[in-house]
Each structure stands twice: as structure tokens, then as C-alpha cells.
């Protein structure tokens, strides 16, 4: 079978079970195969694929078609520019929560490199893992109440060469947190919890529900973390949540009323309130 044939086949299967994006998955799929090289697409679309090539290709559209995500498929997903270990114990990094990193990166700039950086709920770790790469000489803590997200996390952070300064540890947010930062960062589950069965079935049945449920109104984990947050960060530290839609307001009443000053919405690139940020007084 040729390459273009076999590309408009995979694109019409997964196009009949109504995945949006067939032909860019099906794209991403069928490279994968060739071993990573994009361009054969378009320089060759008449090469003649191997059987072994047509029968694997044919395992993971199939997989695609029961939907399961295709960072599954492959096993890695791109966050700011590098690939993370992902699999269905952990979150998928989403491109919306480049924001908080962002943010933090403007925040330091305009202030000082922070020493010490606590992510609470982890996942891959890509939050926390994001940030060291770029701020060289800060060290960080990611927790989580996963054992399994904590064994990806520990697996990131080996691959792009952060174990020295990175460490993962499980807690119930900060039960077995010790010392104080200069940066918290949090991406908590923020989905209310009846809104979890009307999820995209790539979100609901892929990604673990403990990364998702936010309670019944979606606010709770952000409840149990301001109400803690200040003991554990430093002077003038800053603190950044992600949110989900329309949280805004709420999370930054709750960090109002945990004493921070200086509260921040930050949008992504479709002008959404996705991130809110405050700091600890002097
Ligand atoms: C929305 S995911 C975020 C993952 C990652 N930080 C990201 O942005 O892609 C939330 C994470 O919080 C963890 N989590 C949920 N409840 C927790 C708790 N009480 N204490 C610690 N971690 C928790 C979940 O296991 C999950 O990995």
C-alpha cells in the first residue's frame, strides 16, 4: 500500500467514528511508523509501505478509534518545547497551561530567579519540570496523590536531565511538604464533579478521574490549598494557580482571603481567565 492511500483510509476510519482532526492524527500516527520523518508525507506519498509498517499503522488507528488519545498512543506529549512521558495515570499536558509558565517567567524576570519551587498535584511533573529547565540554578518539589503519576514524573525529569534538582513526593497537597518557597504553582482538578460524565470520552475515560474532580463546584482543591498555602511560602513569595473557565473570580476571592496581595488574572491565546497569581506580604 502507498503512503497517500493509506493516509486517506486511516483518515476516513477515524473521520466514520467522528474524531475531529482525522487526517492531522492519522498524519501523526502514520510518522510515527516511519520512524519520525514528516516531509515523506509530502516528498513521497507514492513510497510503498512494508506489511510490518501497514500492520502497526493499522494497530494504532484502531487504538485511535476507540479514542484514545493519540499522546497515549505514542506515549509523549509536548509541553513549551519538549517531549514529556505521558501515559492514562497522568493529566496530558494541555497547551493552556503554558500560561502559568508564563506567567512565572515574567514574574521572575521582573523580580528575582526564585531558589526553590513547590508544584502541588504534579502529574508528568511538566509544570514543575518546565520551570527548572528554565530557571537554572532553582531547585523543586512536585507532589502528588499518585504513586503512579510520581513514577512519570520521576521518569521526566531523568530524560530531560532534572533529577538533581527536582524531587516528587506523595502528599495530600501539602501533608508531607516541609520547608517554605518562593514559588508555589498549582494546576489542581477543577472540573465539577456532575460535569465529568459529559466530558470529551478522550478526557473522561482516558485520564484519571483524580485529576479532574473538583468537587461539586469544581473550587474544592483550591479550598484545601489556600487554606494552607501561606505557611509554606516565603516573604513576598508568589503563588499561581491554573483555573478552569469562568474560576476567575472565585479563586482569586479565596486567595484574598488567605492574605495574598497583588492578585492577577492571566489569559491564554484564546483570551481566557486561566490563570490566577498573587503574593505573600513582606
Ligand atoms: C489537573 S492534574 C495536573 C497535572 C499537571 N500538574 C499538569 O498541569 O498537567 C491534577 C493533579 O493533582 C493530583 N491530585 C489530586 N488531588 C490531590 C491531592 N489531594 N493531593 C495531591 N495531589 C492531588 C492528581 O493526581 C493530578 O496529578
Redesign the pocket.
Known amino acids: 500500500m502507498r503512503i497517500d492511500e493509506a493516509l486517506r483510509g486511516a483518515t476516513k476510519l477515524l473521520a466514520a467514528h467522528s474524531i475531529d482532526g482525522a487526517r492531522r492524527d492519522a498524519s501523526v500516527l502514520l510518522v510515527s511508523v516511519l520512524g519520525g520523518d514528516r516531509e515523506i508525507l509530502f516528498r513521497a506519498p507514492e513510497q510503498i509501505l512494508t506489511e510490518p509498517e501497514v500492520q502497526q499503522f493499522q494497530k494504532l488507528i484502531d487504538r485511535r478509534a476507540t479514542r484514545e488519545p493519540v499522546s497515549h498512543i505514542l506515549g509523549q506529549r509536548e509541553f513549551w518545547s519538549r517531549d514529556f512521558f505521558v501515559t492514562s495515570d497522568?493529566?496530558?499536558?494541555?497547551p493552556d497551561?503554558e500560561t502559568l509558565i508564563d506567567a512565572v517567567l515574567k514574574h521572575t524576570k521582573e523580580t528575582r530567579a526564585p531558589d526553590a519551587i513547590l508544584?502541588?498535584?504534579?502529574?508528568?511533573g511538566?509544570?514543575l519540570l518546565t520551570l527548572l529547565a528554565e530557571i537554572k540554578n532553582a531547585k523543586g518539589v512536585g507532589?502528588?496523590?499518585?504513586d503512579k503519576?510520581l513514577e512519570i514524573a520521576v521518569k521526566n525529569a531523568k530524560s530531560l536531565s532534572l533529577e538533581d534538582r527536582s524531587s516528587f513526593l506523595k502528599?495530600?497537597?501539602f501533608e508531607n511538604v516541609s520547608g517554605t518557597f518562593d514559588v508555589i504553582v498549582s494546576?489542581?482538578?477543577?472540573i465539577e464533579t456532575d460535569d465529568i460524565a459529559g466530558l470529551q470520552t478522550e478526557v473522561r475515560d482516558f485520564e484519571?478521574r483524580?485529576?479532574?474532580d473538583g468537587g461539586e463546584d469544581g473550587l474544592e482543591?483550591y479550598r484545601?490549598i489556600t487554606a494552607e498555602i501561606s505557611v509554606f511560602l516565603k516573604p513576598e513569595g508568589f503563588v499561581i494557580f491554573?483555573v478552569g473557565i469562568g474560576q476567575d473570580v472565585a479563586v482569586g476571592n479565596l486567595m484574598r482571603g488567605a492574605g495574598f496581595e497583588n492578585i492577577k488574572v492571566h489569559y491564554d491565546l484564546a483570551s481566557v481567565a486561566r490563570c490566577v497569581s498573587g503574593q505573600s506580604k513582606k
Open positions: 497522568v493529566l496530558d499536558p494541555r497551561s508544584d502541588l498535584g504534579t502529574g508528568s511538566c509544570l507532589v502528588d496523590l499518585s503519576a502528599s495530600l497537597w494546576n489542581p482538578p477543577y484519571p483524580l485529576a479532574l482543591c484545601q491554573e
